[in-house]
């Protein structure tokens, strides 16, 4: 064996020993968390996952910039085989692919690896230019949080110089060797600047580069475990065993079984207190993360300047997890004494998310930053009562007076006067029963949404009642502000109230409750088909029982409320609605369905307090100014209320109307 191969041999083996050594110490990591809550299972809608999400890059295309990062994944698999081919020949010299697979098919991967070693370079320059030089606001920002100019720098750096050295190779082959098998328009022109004769003797440069394109690959195997790309052996497993919308839907929390707690123990707690406490999954998200900065784009508490950035969220909590394991599997007491809650992740960061969703709908490998927020909720609220003044308050008002506004019981009728609305415990049987909602029979505003979806099943004859003082809060609030076992005792209660009577359909105006009763339920064995009234409503005018006239001539604008469109999919229907009523121009927000943004009021943030250059609300309402609408249309009493709010704070009374899709086709009939 040569001095060469010699050298070879020993490199390799050290980079992917330590390679493989980073990999079983990240396994052993995520192994420290708690067992799935979510079960792992139907293995061919994984599989078909990975391929499409991880090998497609689909989720990541979603955006355009996505492209990029497409080219030099799909660059750096491809390649592999020139890598290797390039490789071998450190042993062999004469090694091609066309020995073992034929000349056609070498053929065509010289093609290939032209092509796409090309558009690596371009996409590569592009990478640069666009991080280093333009500077996008989500790049910029994300980088001065998380430091890892110098990181990308290398990592760029490191693919290009593979790259070049392989056109560089491919050249002085092409010189002394002549023409490669294929199409290789890209591999002739380096060879043009390349020294050496058609005598089949390589020359010296070609050893140089052929050693530089194999150190640097061997550095990048080495290096990538403890790099921000990461990534590259954490998002395809995060992939393959993520959370099944059909297991449990993006709106539905983890439930926990009380029944199941060790109160005695010592280290028994209700939600998260310690790293590894977390589930594996939530662990293995850690490792996944690219990085991109689209959770941190599209999160409402971000942009309203609160101190939650989904992504610096995920980051801080991964370093933690490096520092804190490899104490905790050694077996010996943490130095440092940083705590989670507190040192790692403040408790503004924790009670700051409004659950809506939208930096799990953007991640391209599926991160549950949701999740992770609500189960240090829970430890705060349950296990330590450590929370705001305003949100002891508005726990108290459910459990005892059965809605969050704390008025008395006997009021949620008041709204139905002179309406001769039906009641259940009269007719004990209908088609639809109507849960009116906390917001609806008691907020003055949302009083009159509950009044138009009353005369819109009237004038189309629908069969339908209320549950009246029987109707308490469904609990959705206490779950989202980590009072897990008060949402169970009230969803039980709930369950017992409906289940006294016979109906087909749970009709709701507010997606708050539609997303708990139907969705969230199914976890106490309280399984009803609930459907929201934008969709019921646009049946309605589908079908012709009910024909509003097209009497609003304002612009107007649709605001999409996200435990209706990003939890529960319902983009259209509303939309339906709307048109039905327009005569003027409808215009869509630059940020809307998927990327619509939150008014504020979910997470449970509909009662707590918000400092006032910090208002979520006022950042949407911001959308609403900048669409030029006359009147937004909401389908979400929360929505309704914090536009509303923002509304009145920028002076826009006399401009700008806020009204429930109910209200808009009521006023039409």
């Known amino acids: 064996m040569q001095i060469q ?20 110490q990240i396994f052993r990591f995520v192994s420290l968390g708690k067992p799935s809550y979510d079960p792992v299972d139907n293995f061919g809608w994984r599989i078909g996952s990975l391929l499409k999400d991880f090998f497609g890059q689909i989720s990541v295309v979603r955006e355009p910039s996505g492209w990029g990062h497409f080219f030099i994944f799909w660059g750096f698999l491809v390649l ?75 990592i760029l750096g490191m693919i290009l110089t593979l790259m070049v050295s392989m056109f560089v190779t491919h050249g002085y082959m ?26 089949g003797i390589l020359p010296f440069g070609y050893y140089v580069a052929w050693w530089i394109h194999n150190l640097v690959i061997l550095s990048f195997t080495a290096y990538i475990p403890h790099s921000k790309h990461v990534h590259l052996i954490g998002a395809g497993p995060n992939i393959f065993l993520r959370r099944r919308n059909d297991d449990r839907k993006r709106g539905v929390l983890k439930k926990i079984e009380f029944d199941e707690v060790d109160f005695e123990a010592e280290d028994s707690t209700l939600g998260v207190s310690k790293i590894e406490d977390f589930a594996w999954p939530q662990l293995l998200d850690l490792y996944a993360c690219t990085e991109c900065g689209r959770c941190q784009d599209n999160c409402p508490a971000y942009h309203a300047g609160k101190e939650l950035n989904p992504a610096l969220l995920i980051h801080n ?27 790692v992740v403040s408790e503004d960061v924790i009670w700051a998310c409004t659950t809506c969703g939208a930096c799990v709908e953007h991640c391209p490998v599926f991160i549950e930053h949701v999740d992770t927020l609500q189960d240090m909720r829970r430890y705060l609220t349950m296990d330590r009562a450590n929370i705001p003044e305003e949100v002891a308050k508005t726990l108290e008002n459910m459990e005892n007076i059965g809605n969050p506004w704390g008025l008395p019981q006997q009021n949620r009728t008041t709204w139905t006067e002179g309406l001769d609305i039906p009641l259940m415990r009269d007719k004990k049987e209908v088609e639809y029963l109507y ?63 409906l289940n ?39 049946e309605l005018i589908e079908s012709g029982k009910i024909k509003p006239k097209k009497n609003i ?43 619509g943004l939150c008014c504020g009021a979910g997470g449970g943030l509909m009662w707590m307090n918000e400092e006032a250059d910090k208002r979520v609300n006022l950042v949407r309402f911001g959308d609403v100014e900048e669409s030029k609408a006359e009147l937004v249309a909401t389908a979400c009493p929360f929505c309704n209320i914090m536009l509303d709010d923002a509304r009145k704070m920028k002076g826009k009374e006399d401009e700008i109307e806020v009204k429930d899709i109910a209200e808009l086709v009521a006023e039409a009939l």
């Open 5 to 24: 191969q010699i050298v070879l041999t020993v490199l390799t083996l050290a980079s992917m020993g330590f390679f493989f050594w980073s990999v079983l």
């Open 435 to 497: 849960w009116v909602g906390c917001a609806a029979a008691l907020d003055t505003k949302n009083q009159n949404v509950a009044k138009s979806v009353v005369k819109i099943l009237k004038t189309a004859g629908v069969d339908f009642a209320i549950l009246g003082t029987e109707e308490s809060c469904n609990g959705d609030s206490a779950r989202r502000l980590g009072q897990e076992y008060l949402f169970q005792m009230m969803a039980e209660n709930n369950i017992q109230t």
């Open 80 to 154: 592999g085989m020139a890598t290797i081919e390039m490789f071998v020949r450190g042993y062999y010299p004469d090694f091609n692919w066309g020995i073992l697979l034929g000349h056609s098919v070498e053929s065509t991967l010289n093609t290939v690896f032209d092509f796409f070693g090309f558009a690596v370079i371009v996409a590569i320059i592009i990478g640069l230019i666009r991080g280093f030089i333009i500077k996008p606001d989500r790049l910029s920002k994300l980088r001065g949080y998380l430091g890892g100019k110098l990181d990308a720098l290398l």
């Open 553 to 595: 001539d304002k612009r107007v604008t649709y605001h999409d409320a996200c435990y209706l469109g990003r939890h529960n999919g319902i983009y259209d229907a509303p939309r339906t609605v709307v048109a039905s009523v327009a005569n003027g121009e409808v215009v869509e927000m630059k940020r809307s369905r998927e990327k």
């Open 174 to 199: 092409i010189k002394t060797e002549g023409a490669l098998a294929g199409f290789t328009p890209v591999s002739d022109f380096f060879a043009r600047f390349v020294s050496g004769n058609s005598d």
């Open 317 to 343: 909590l991964k370093e933690y997890l490096d520092e804190k394991a490899s104490w905790v599997l050694s077996g010996k007491e943490q130095q440092n004494g940083k705590q989670l809650i507190g040192d």
């Open 500 to 538: 006294k009577y016979k109906f087909k359909k749970i009709i709701t105006a507010c997606p708050h409750c539609f997303n708990c009763i139907g969705n969230e339920y199914k976890q106490l064995a309280g399984d009803y088909e609930v459907i929201h009234h934008s969709e019921l409503i646009a």
